[in-house]
């Protein structure tokens, strides 16, 4: 018996007023989080169950509703009980950007998604950024990385490092971290992905998990939207979306900086930075969450590691290192 379950049904039913309740999962996630659509009388909502021995459901609430006043469409917090982990919300609905992008809606699906982006990070400038949100450090760039080699390299892969190769993943962890410092900072959704929008037929897109949000680099939400790795597009076609961005961050009075070669080269290296610790996240996925299905994103993910590094003399030792080890799907 699910006694997490029949509480929240227990919560939901007083909160909404009725035992009438039809509610069964919502999405899967990579969390500990799960969600539940529940329907009365034709209007849906969601109630998250959050654990809270897992996780402080506070800063969701709080970044919740602090989005929400800039005027992003993200759900609405009705009523929340942190010490059961709890919370009801808006529904923003089932449509996923992943399973409606193609080569017809591209354009416009990531036009509104840059657009919304335009409004978080104009949102640091307007809405003043104080202790709002943490600050996405060195000591977690770098640890957000070590999940590569602890969890895809170590534990996936079974591999052994020699104190050499160590000593190049440490360089080039070093060399990534310092490379996203150097970024203006902005409010950082740090899971702007094609999983995590949604398709709305208002103000478009739903946005949605956005609890781990950090005060870091300009360029990080850009990469996780344009190198998604979930879904991938030609080079060519991300760069002028990365200039596109430049030009209207720019004139929305964002931080991004007047020269957009320098831009695309913050924006290349927050991407090997992300794509790091996404491959090593999908193994830990894997083998501690007991859950495989992330595993099939890991070439992907690997690829753009190894496509961007090899255009960049400084980050060299990083593809040849991953050639050395003989990882999956590296050639």
């Not at 990531?110 to 202790?131: F, H, K, M, N, S």
């Not at 996405?136 to 990385?145: C, I, K, N, T």
């Not at 931080?255 to 695309?264: I, K, M």
Request: net charge negative; glycine share 8%.
């Amino acid at each position: 018996m699910d006694k997490r379950l029949e509480a929240l049904k227990e919560w939901t039913a007083r909160v909404l007023g009725t035992a009438r309740l039809d509610i069964h999962p919502a999405s899967a996630d990579a969390s500990f989080r799960r969600y539940f659509r529940v329907t009365v009388d034709h209007q849906s909502h969601i109630v998250m169950d959050a654990p809270p021995e897992q996780g402080d459901m506070r800063p969701y609430v709080a970044i919740a509703r602090r989005f929400l006043g800039l005027g992003l469409n993200v759900p609405e917090v009705l009523e929340v009980d942190h010490d059961l982990g709890f919370c009801l919300i808006t529904d923003l609905g089932e449509q996923i950007y992943l399973r409606n992008l193609n080569a017809q809606t591209v354009e416009r699906l990531y036009g509104d998604a840059l657009g919304a982006l335009v409004v978080l990070q104009a949102g640091t400038v307007t809405d003043g950024a104080g202790d709002f949100l943490p600050d996405y450090d060195e000591a977690l760039l770098v640890r957000e990385m070590e999940i590569f080699r602890e969890w895809y390299l170590g534990r996936h892969l079974g591999l052994k490092l020699t104190a050499g190769q160590h000593a190049v993943l440490e360089a080039m962890y070093g060399q990534l971290a310092q490379a996203a410092l150097a970024q203006p900072r902005v409010w950082v959704h740090r899971d702007y992905h094609s999983r995590n929008l949604m398709v709305t037929p208002r103000h478009n897109p739903g946005i949605l998990d956005f609890q781990d949000a950090v005060l870091g680099p300009v360029t990080y939400d850009l990469v996780s939207l344009l190198r998604d790795c979930y879904i991938a597009w030609p080079r060519a076609r991300v760069e002028d979306w990365v200039k596109g961005y430049h030009d209207l961050a720019l004139q929305s009075g964002i931080p991004v900086g007047e020269d957009d070669a320098r831009f695309l080269r913050w924006f290349d290296l927050m991407g090997v930075q992300r794509h790091l610790k996404a491959a090593g996240i999908f193994a830990r996925l894997q083998h501690r969450d007991a859950k495989p299905g992330y595993l099939a994103d890991i070439p992907r993910t690997l690829g753009y590691v190894l496509e961007v590094s090899g255009r960049y003399p400084e980050l060299q030792p990083l593809p040849a290192l991953l050639r050395e080890l003989k990882l999956p799907g590296v050639t």
